[in-house]
């Protein structure tokens, strides 16, 4: 089972990136996925999460509105579109799966993102 995510990189405030998390080794389809982030520090937290079919999707107050959460189950990804960063936003963003009603879950290694001047 892998998780693995792109994207992150140095971005200046108010600009955009687009995180990407590709899961192979079990049914992508079947799982709940979040994106959490982890910034020196602090504690992991929770950023969004998307259900298996992509109808329904939660936001951490902190970027509604900033960031959209999708998910491509033909291509076993899940984005993470983020805009309006702010030099808060960074941290390092974790893309995890969730068997909901089953003791399964996976996250990936992360993926840095910089937000600065």
């Known amino acids: 089972v892998q998780l693995v995510e792109t994207g992150g990189g140095l971005v200046q405030p108010g600009g955009s990136l687009r995180l990407s998390c590709v899961g192979s080794?079990?049914?992508?389809?079947?799982?709940?996925m979040s994106w959490y982030r982890q910034a020196p520090g602090k504690e992991r937290e929770l950023v969004a999460v998307?259900?298996?079919?992509?109808?329904?999707?939660n936001y951490d107050d902190s970027v509604k509105g900033r960031f959209t959460i999708s998910r491509d189950n033909a291509k076993n990804t899940v984005y993470l579109q983020m805009n309006s960063l702010k030099p808060e936003d960074t941290a390092a963003y974790y893309c995890?799966?969730?068997?909901?009603?089953?003791?399964?879950?996976?996250w990936g290694k992360g993926t840095l993102v910089t937000v600065s001047s």
């Open positions: 995890y799966a969730r068997l909901l009603g089953y003791d399964m879950e996976y």
């Open positions: 080794g079990f049914t992508f389809s079947r799982y709940a």
């Open positions: 998307i259900s298996r079919g992509g109808s329904s999707t």
